[in-house]
């Protein structure tokens, strides 16, 4: 299980009602189930992502997000999720406000496309960079909005929205040990908690 899904975990309250949006083959979900006890739903368009779901017992509804979640009431689930899936969503302020008006809080993670590797890779090269946590050419990537750190904490402050819990995470030893400092700079992968701003 990858670093940031083991911290969404902590995250999510016991026994919450969650909706994993771009869900996947449902592991995450099962593992919320299993560990946290919650009830909810996963969104997937894939095909062979919603039979992973039906496999692993999660409730999976097949739809394709564009931008709104209108077949939920306002506040009907305690967290809303999306892991490394936001960066591929055609109106993803759109998506993040939905978020926030069907769930309570919402859990996002994505990959910060300022990492120093990401630069240095680019500048040096002069290509879009292939890597291990981004391993798409320019011409095949499904990620279409190219955000960073610095970015989404600008959108948080655009929208009003607080940050209830925001982690940066890097595999590398070096980016590890910086990170925390600069996140904008080391910071592999991004995750923050939301809520709406008390009026």
Known sequence: MRIDLDLVEQWVPQGARVLDLACGDGRLMRQLMDQRDVHGYGLELDADSISGCIERGVNVIERELVRDLDEFADNSFD???MTQAIQVMKYPDVIL???????????????NFGNVRARLHLSLRGRMPVTKKLPYEW???PNIHFCTVADFDQLCRDKGYEVLNRVHLSEQLFNRQFGQLWPNLFAETAMYCLTKAAP
């Open 79 to 81: 967290v809303v999720i």
């Open 97 to 111: 406000e939905e978020m926030l008006r069907v769930g309570k809080q919402c859990i996002v993670t994505f990959p």
């Open 139 to 141: 011409y095949n990537t």
